[in-house]
């Protein structure tokens, strides 16, 4: 029997293992089946779960043993207004236009999935100012996806030997590594030894793919060629300085995945009317806070609350939400900038050093999210490959700068917390 209620008995009696329903009916009855016997066994109604719009079948590269989804509010933010590489002054004031190389100039409406109430009005305010200042610059300063097996060796001797094979044989990695693949690219190779153990950074260009599963693969073709022809031995294809899904000083410092910076300068007058305070104020409490408060406290985020976009972002768009530990790696600069007539404008800047981006693959295919990167003009692969992910990065940038601005704002004018009890939350 393929009924529900049939095959959660079968499941109950020991008949079917819960990863094996899909063996036995299509993927909406399985996951139904699943979420009888789930409810059967807590006690729980489980009826705004298996609430859900999309064929479990389409959920099936994401997710084993679905019973339903989990439905985060989304709204959306903007418009974003980008000034992003390859700029063309016509799209400038087009909600959703990006250029034919697919970089975020103009304005975009956000998507932001969220729970956390105040978030969004907070990131509108900072928008609409860097609007009324003409936009913000905002450009992919490196692009590298990244993983590193580690290997064995006797000791330090062979070590060498490894890396020097290593730094004079690229080409046949990248032969061996971009065999596995039609879009990504081997960028580099980067060594490093600790006593007996030979770590190899390969870093990839993984065009509007994140690329973390093509990197994967192309690597472990890469492996081989280093075990045929040295003395190492793979221990595992993931050594942890590649670094994913942990805090680590390596991305800060070398970039994982895209790195990207926007800034901005808000004119005095702007600062005062709509952020009700002053340059100088929002510089000394990003000084304290961001820079001196998390050097103290040893982050290495030195920013106020990038992740806070960078996560609603990746729920929104489909992008993998562990690795947001990587995308809050950002560092918020504020300067104050006096003109000669008197007035200090004020200058911003987000630097987001390892934020792993894409628009084919993985949660982008799912419907909800698709929509959402339809919003944005950036669903698919873009032209020339790469751009769509590029522009993606760049428009969370912007938004991340927005909520720097806003929340620094508020706290330099001590409104935190009222603007929190004004809306309730």
Same mark, same amino acid.
């Given at each position: 029997m393929t009924d529900p209620e049939s095959l959660a008995d079968r499941v109950q009696e020991g008949d079917l293992r819960i990863h094996e329903l899909e063996a036995e009916a299509d993927?909406?009855?399985?996951?139904?089946?699943?979420?009888?016997?789930?409810?059967? /066994?807590? /006690?729980?109604d489980l009826e705004t779960i298996g609430d859900y719009s999309f064929p479990a079948e389409r959920a099936e590269p994401n997710i084993e043993n679905m019973i339903g989804a989990a439905q985060v509010p989304l709204g959306v933010v903007g418009p974003?207004?980008?000034?992003?590489?390859?700029?063309s002054p016509s799209s400038q004031n087009s909600p959703n236009s990006a250029n034919e190389g697919g970089a975020a100039s103009g304005e975009h409406y956000l998507p932001l999935a969220t729970t956390e109430g105040a978030l969004l009005a907070s990131v509108n305010r900072g928008l609409s100012v860097i609007r009324s200042a003409g936009g913000a610059d905002a450009r992919v300063t490196k692009n590298g996806m990244t993983r590193a097996p580690v290997f064995r060796v006797?000791?330090?001797? $062979?070590?060498?030997?490894?890396?020097?094979?290593?730094?004079?044989?690229?080409?046949?990695?990248?032969?061996?590594?971009?065999?596995?693949?039609?879009h990504g690219e081997l960028l580099g190779v980067e060594p490093y030894v600790v006593g007996d153990s030979v770590y190899l950074r390969f870093a990839y260009d993984t065009k509007d793919?994140?690329?973390?599963? =093509?990197?994967?693969?192309?690597?472990?073709?890469?492996? $081989?060629?280093v075990e045929e022809e040295t003395p190492a031995s793979l221990v595992a294809l993931s050594g942890n300085l590649c670094s994913d899904k942990k805090p680590a000083a390596v991305n800060a410092v070398?970039?994982?995945?895209?790195?990207?910076?926007?800034? !901005?300068?808000?004119?005095?007058?702007?600062?005062?009317?709509r952020l009700h305070t002053t340059?100088?104020?929002?510089?000394?409490?990003?000084?304290?806070?961001?820079?001196i408060g998390s050097a103290k406290a040893g982050s290495l985020g030195f920013n106020a609350h990038a992740a806070n976009v960078v996560g609603a972002a990746f729920l929104a768009t489909g992008q993998d939400e562990a690795q947001v530990v990587?995308?809050?790696?950002?560092?918020?600069? =504020?300067?104050?900038?006096?003109?000669?007539?008197?007035?200090?404008?004020?200058?911003?800047? !987000?630097?987001?050093?390892?934020? $792993?981006?894409?628009?084919?693959?993985?949660?982008?295919?799912?419907?909800?999210?698709?929509?959402?990167?339809e919003i944005l003009g950036l669903r698919g692969g873009g032209d020339p490959a790469g751009s769509n992910a590029n522009a993606l990065a760049e428009i969370i940038a912007v938004?991340?700068?927005?909520?720097?601005?806003?929340?620094?704002?508020?706290?330099?004018?001590?409104?935190?917390?009222?603007?929190?009890?004004?809306?309730?939350?």
């Amino acid at each position: 029997m393929t009924d529900p209620e049939s095959l959660a008995d079968r499941v109950q009696e020991g008949d079917l293992r819960i990863h094996e329903l899909e063996a036995e009916a299509d993927f909406d009855t399985a996951a139904e089946a699943r979420r009888l016997l789930v409810e059967r /066994e807590t /006690e729980t109604d489980l009826e705004t779960i298996g609430d859900y719009s999309f064929p479990a079948e389409r959920a099936e590269p994401n997710i084993e043993n679905m019973i339903g989804a989990a439905q985060v509010p989304l709204g959306v933010v903007g418009p974003v207004a980008v000034n992003g590489e390859e700029t063309s002054p016509s799209s400038q004031n087009s909600p959703n236009s990006a250029n034919e190389g697919g970089a975020a100039s103009g304005e975009h409406y956000l998507p932001l999935a969220t729970t956390e109430g105040a978030l969004l009005a907070s990131v509108n305010r900072g928008l609409s100012v860097i609007r009324s200042a003409g936009g913000a610059d905002a450009r992919v300063t490196k692009n590298g996806m990244t993983r590193a097996p580690v290997f064995r060796v006797e000791g330090v001797a $062979e070590a060498a030997e490894t890396v020097e094979w290593v730094e004079e044989n690229l080409e046949s990695l990248r032969e061996a590594a971009e065999s596995t693949t039609s879009h990504g690219e081997l960028l580099g190779v980067e060594p490093y030894v600790v006593g007996d153990s030979v770590y190899l950074r390969f870093a990839y260009d993984t065009k509007d793919a994140m690329g973390m599963n =093509m990197a994967t693969i192309a690597t472990e073709a890469a492996c $081989e060629v280093v075990e045929e022809e040295t003395p190492a031995s793979l221990v595992a294809l993931s050594g942890n300085l590649c670094s994913d899904k942990k805090p680590a000083a390596v991305n800060a410092v070398e970039g994982r995945g895209r790195s990207v910076t926007a800034d !901005v300068v808000i004119p005095g007058d702007l600062v005062k009317d709509r952020l009700h305070t002053t340059a100088e104020a929002i510089v000394e409490a990003n000084t304290r806070k961001n820079l001196i408060g998390s050097a103290k406290a040893g982050s290495l985020g030195f920013n106020a609350h990038a992740a806070n976009v960078v996560g609603a972002a990746f729920l929104a768009t489909g992008q993998d939400e562990a690795q947001v530990v990587e995308g809050a790696n950002a560092i918020t600069t =504020m300067d104050a900038r006096a003109n000669e007539d008197g007035t200090t404008d004020l200058y911003a800047s !987000v630097s987001l050093a390892s934020l $792993e981006v894409g628009t084919v693959g993985g949660g982008t295919k799912l419907p909800t999210q698709a929509e959402a990167l339809e919003i944005l003009g950036l669903r698919g692969g873009g032209d020339p490959a790469g751009s769509n992910a590029n522009a993606l990065a760049e428009i969370i940038a912007v938004g991340a700068l927005a909520g720097e601005l806003s929340l620094l704002a508020a706290l330099a004018s001590n409104h935190l917390a009222s603007a929190h009890e004004d809306l309730g939350r």
